[in-house]
């Protein structure tokens, strides 16, 4: 049973330290639609925790005629993020 409460404490600590990788996700995919030029739309926007403060993405983006995958690379402190297209 303390162990089964501890763990849940755990759990708790950890979430309420920073984003978790889907809201994290949302924020950076909503960030990237507002940048991308008129006519441009985010297909798709994948984004995995690879280490550390470091993430790693694919965006499938359509410009109209063709869609293109682009490498989005984000660094999150627990508090503010930075991102940029590779």
């Not at 507002?34 to 926007?45: W, Y």
């Not at 499938?60 to 293109?68: A, F, I, K, L």
Request: glycine share 10%; charged share 20%; with cysteine.
């Amino acid at each position: 049973m303390k162990k089964i409460i501890l763990a849940v404490m755990m759990a708790i600590m950890l979430a309420g330290c920073g984003l978790m990788t889907g809201v994290l996700e949302d924020q950076v995919c909503a960030d990237l639609k507002e940048q991308l030029p008129a006519g441009c739309t985010v297909k798709d926007f994948t984004l995995i925790h690879s280490g550390g403060s470091s993430y790693r993405g694919i965006a499938v983006v359509d410009n109209g005629w063709t869609e293109e995958k682009m490498a989005v690379s984000v660094t999150y402190d627990g508090v503010n993020y930075m991102w940029e297209v590779e």
